[in-house]
């Protein structure tokens, strides 16, 4: 199983709004990823997790939190989202951290009204 | 600081043409990592080759095939006898070994392939 999936595939919300997303992976990876990506632009890293421990926050806005219940699983939780964070929200994963590569999930297409 | 640079925005050809992605990148590190992604339309990013700085030797994968030259600090990736569903965004990404760099990955802007029949 080589796969990482995510949930949803699109998702709608409102600026008041409370979303999340989820992230999925049995590869037994221990290194676990969020990244935004706008439209013909490269994917922005958010978030990792190394070891289910939060290792690299890029000064993200507190409206995204991120969560690891274990190893296997991530979350992105939202709330009082901007339009301008409309965007597609990829997971990957990776043995670890450093030196590996990432494998990304289908990602997330959010839009924000 | 890491940068990588894919000059070409977009490439378009027609099936069966070779078509070359370029790929410079600069780093004061001696050891480091190369990658290409794959992005078709769908959105998910594939994995498609790493290369190790201390590896230079050429690969080949199927009608893919990747030049590494230290010398000029670039990973080109070529598509042999190009087809329809290689249209897609491909991406190369940089990532350093140092601690302070954590592993990120500095990626290219990206080419837009475009194969037409």
């Known amino acids: 199983d080589t796969e990482v999936t995510q949930t949803p595939k699109h998702l709608v919300m409102g600026m008041t709004n409370k979303k999340s997303l989820k992230c999925e992976q049995h590869?037994?990876?221990?290194?676990m990823y969020w990244y935004k990506q706008k439209a013909k632009k490269p994917p922005e890293l958010m978030f990792v997790?190394?070891?289910?421990?939060?290792?690299i926050n890029e000064s993200v806005p507190s409206r995204f939190s991120p969560e690891c219940p274990n190893s296997s699983l991530l979350n992105l939780h939202l709330h009082a989202l901007q339009p301008e964070d409309s965007a597609l929200y990829l997971c990957?994963?990776?043995?670890?951290?450093?030196?590996?590569?990432?494998?990304f999930g289908p990602g997330t297409r959010l839009t924000v009204l | 600081a890491q940068k990588v640079t894919q000059a070409q925005t977009e490439i378009s050809v027609v099936e069966k043409e070779d078509v070359t992605l370029d790929c410079v990148y600069e780093?004061?590190?001696?050891?480091?990592?190369l990658f290409w992604y794959k992005q078709p339309p769908s959105g998910e990013l594939v994995f498609l080759i790493r290369r190790n700085s201390f590896d230079e030797q050429n690969e080949i994968s199927g009608r893919y095939s990747w030049n590494f030259q230290k010398s000029t600090s670039s990973f080109n990736f070529t598509i042999t006898a190009s087809q329809v569903v290689d249209s897609a965004v491909y991406f190369c990404?940089?990532?350093?070994?140092?601690?302070?760099?954590?592993?990120?990955?500095?990626f290219g802007a990206g080419t837009q392939v475009v194969v037409t029949p």
């Open positions: 990957a994963s990776s043995q670890r951290q450093v030196y590996n590569e990432q494998f």
């Open positions: 997790y190394s070891y289910e421990k939060l290792s």
């Open positions: 590869m037994g990876h221990r290194a």
């Open positions: 990404a940089l990532s350093e070994a140092r601690t302070d760099s954590w592993g990120k990955f500095q």
């Open positions: 780093t004061r590190d001696t050891t480091y990592y």
